[in-house]
């Protein structure tokens, strides 16, 4: 089993900036790749950024390519995202997500993972 927390949510004001952190713990060598969604509120959960349980390699959301990374620490088993230069439409809960298997090689889909942390909130006003 992996648990997963996410913390570092907030207010924060359009174009400032948020760090958000997700720590796993449990048996975290058979994760393969960990992933942030995010869900406004309304709408579907949506793809937001990925990375391989190594680092070696990530994707993004066109939406969030240039404004926000994300990274690991292994050694500290905690995974994050800086986001920059926030926007409105930024503003939802933000999830964690660990996979084990590698298929499908599809990272943008939330079917495809297995653990799931509760969220944090992020809220950019204008």
């Known amino acids: 089993q992996v648990q997963l927390v996410e913390s570092g949510g907030g207010l924060v004001q359009a174009g400032g900036s948020l760090r958000l952190s997700c720590a796993a713990s449990g048996h975290t060598f058979s994760v393969a790749a960990m992933a942030w969604f995010r869900q406004p509120p309304g709408k579907e959960r949506e793809f937001v950024a990925s990375i391989t349980w190594s680092g070696g390699s990530t994707e993004y959301a066109d939406s969030v390519k240039g404004r926000f990374t994300i990274s690991k620490d292994n050694a500290k088993s905690t995974m994050y995202l800086q986001m920059n230069i926030l926007k409105p439409e930024d503003t939802a809960v933000y999830l964690c997500?660990?996979?084990?298997?590698?298929?499908?090689?599809?990272?943008?889909?939330?079917?495809?993972?297995?653990?799931w942390g509760h969220g944090t909130q992020v809220t950019v006003s204008s």
């Open positions: 997500a660990a996979r084990y298997s590698w298929s499908p090689p599809i990272q943008s889909n939330p079917s495809n993972y297995d653990y």
